[in-house]
């Protein structure tokens, strides 16, 4: 029987947490607290706000009081659920799975794809229960664009660089 060694050839270029690495880590370390933080200053606001009266006294269709309800609802579901998610993926970053990059790329899509859809949710009941807000729609706007940019940004970082191939993949 042959035992053939094979010998690792150490990757060429930048690894390890340095560099660039650093910034999505350190947005990464405070996005459970965040995520909790708005859970439950969301949550306050809806339990404690007036919403449910307004509905009653404008006379707001079922339909549109079963949407407004759903949305509360599974908008805090997903905060929390997105509070767990940015934690597993800490430990992966420690970890250095090889996976963290396409579950990064993830995290950051659907992150924001659930700002522009719940954003435009809430402009929409915010609209229906309070009025025309045009300072509401420009900030839905701005905070849409900043994430797809910002999404844009990372998701290409994570897929092409050296550092993140080096540290994770290999």
Request: proline share 3%; charged share 10%.
């Amino acid at each position: 029987m042959t035992v053939t060694n094979v010998s690792v050839q150490p990757h060429s270029g930048p690894s390890g947490i340095n560099g660039w690495l650093i910034l999505p880590l350190i947005g990464l370390l405070f996005a459970p607290f965040h995520y909790l933080l708005r859970f439950f200053s969301h949550l306050i606001t809806y339990l404690t706000n007036n919403i449910w009266v307004t509905m009653i006294e404008l006379d707001v269709s079922k339909g549109q009081q079963i949407f407004i309800s759903v949305t509360i609802v599974v908008y805090s579901l997903i905060l929390l659920l997105t509070a767990v998610i940015s934690t597993i993926l800490i430990f992966h970053f420690f970890k250095k799975k090889r996976s963290l990059p396409k579950h990064m790329i993830l995290y950051y899509i659907a992150t924001a794809a659930c700002k522009f859809v719940f954003g435009f949710a809430f402009v929409y009941i915010s609209n229906l229960l309070y009025g025309v807000n045009h300072e509401e729609r420009f900030e839905f706007a701005a905070v849409s664009m900043m994430s797809f940019i910002f999404t844009f940004i990372w998701a290409n970082y994570f897929n092409e660089s050296q550092r993140v191939h080096n540290t994770f993949v290999h």
